[in-house]
């Protein structure tokens, strides 16, 4: 896929009909979802526990955009290769899961996916200054990871901050947690290319009625476009 900043929405399935993956997200990427993003957790780096490489080979055969895997687990290396088989586009993990987080990196591009680094809250931005030649997404988080539906923390110098650092790469800047029409206009501003939302997208819609689905993705879209003219 082309390389290019225009604002785009991923839509994560953990707000998704759980007994209805395969059609959630058909619907989703029907009504204008760029990418799908996919959190995995393992409830030892974050007290949840979700999907795991046979559930995100699942999901694989019906996402037809980007396929957009955040890891919330440690260790990492053992299921890289997993992942990958899994057919997985990007693969992102957190900077405190890696004790050799370059060489995580290198690994997840060797297994011919895109590599993300993920950044919590209070997680400085200096980690991925040395990084920036093995990256291809940096995912700034502005809740605390580990539940969907959580209010959105400011951090907008910081993501500025990350734009600017960046500079001319081929490096997308995504912000996770609490986006919505509110939040979206915030980030973007400060030089957000990927939005993840999910409860703000799936909210009101189904399967039957996905034009619900649209209608909310448009609203996030335009908050965040407008900011930007």
Known sequence: MTFNRKIKIAASILSADFANFGHEIRAVESQGADWIHID?????????????????AAFRKHVTTMMDVHLMIAPVDPYIAAFANAGTDILTTH???????HRTLQAIRDAGMKAGLALNPGTPTCVASNLLD???LICVMTVNPGYSGQKYINLGPKIN????????????????????EKTAPIVAREGADVLVSGSAIFHGGTVDHPEVYGENIRVIRSAAESALQ
């Open 40 to 56: 995995v957790m393992d409830g030892h780096f974050v007290p949840n526990l979700t999907f795991g490489p046979p559930a995100v």
């Open 95 to 101: 900077f405190e899961a890696c004790p050799h987080i």
């Open 134 to 136: 093995q990256l291809d």
């Open 161 to 180: 901050e990350l734009r600017s650092m960046i500079g001319d790469r081929p490096i997308h800047l995504e912000v996770d947690g609490g986006i919505d």
